[in-house]
C-alpha cells in the first residue's frame, strides 16, 4: 500500500505559478499510474492531469493544457504538477492519486491511493 502526501499549494495572484509536489512512499512507485485531481468548493472532482507509470505518455484536461505540466521522478518516488499562468478557476484542493492497474485513467473512481490534498488559490 503506498501513501502520498501533496506539498507546495499556497495563494498566488492570478497569472502567477506553483509547483505541486506529491511524495510517495511505501510502495513500489513505480508500478503506479498516477494523477492529480482538484474539487472546487460546490464541485465535482475532476481530473487535472495524468502520467503513466514510466512518465512517458501525459493526459491534460482541456482547461489546462499548455498551462500546467505534469511529471514524474521515479528515482525520487514523486510526482509533479508546475502550474503556470493560473487564473481564479483554478482555485480548488488538489489531490494526487495512485492507480496500481496502470491504466492511467481520468475516472476518479479508478484511484486506489489518494493523498489529503492541497490548498491553491488564485485570487484577482
Known amino acids: 500500500q503506498v501513501q502520498l502526501v501533496e506539498s507546495g499549494g499556497g495563494l498566488v495572484q492570478d497569472g502567477g505559478s506553483l509547483r505541486l509536489s506529491c511524495a510517495a512512499s511505501?510502495?513500489?512507485?513505480?508500478?503506479?499510474?498516477m494523477g492529480w485531481f482538484r474539487q472546487a468548493p460546490g464541485k465535482e472532482r475532476e481530473v487535472v492531469a495524468t502520467?503513466?507509470?514510466?512518465?512517458?505518455?501525459?493526459y491534460n484536461q482541456h482547461s489546462v493544457k499548455g498551462r500546467f505540466t505534469i511529471s514524474r521522478d521515479n528515482g525520487k518516488n514523486t510526482m509533479y504538477l508546475q502550474m503556470n499562468s493560473l487564473k481564479p478557476e483554478d482555485t480548488a484542493v488538489y489531490y494526487c492519486?495512485?492507480?496500481?492497474?496502470?491504466?492511467?485513467?481520468?475516472?476518479?473512481?479508478?484511484?486506489?491511493?489518494w493523498g489529503q490534498g492541497t490548498q491553491v488559490t488564485v485570487s484577482s
Open positions: 492519486a495512485a492507480d496500481r492497474s496502470g491504466i492511467q485513467s481520468t475516472s476518479a473512481g479508478a484511484y486506489d491511493y
Open positions: 502520467i503513466s507509470r514510466s512518465g512517458r505518455t501525459t
Open positions: 511505501g510502495g513500489t512507485f513505480s508500478i503506479y499510474a
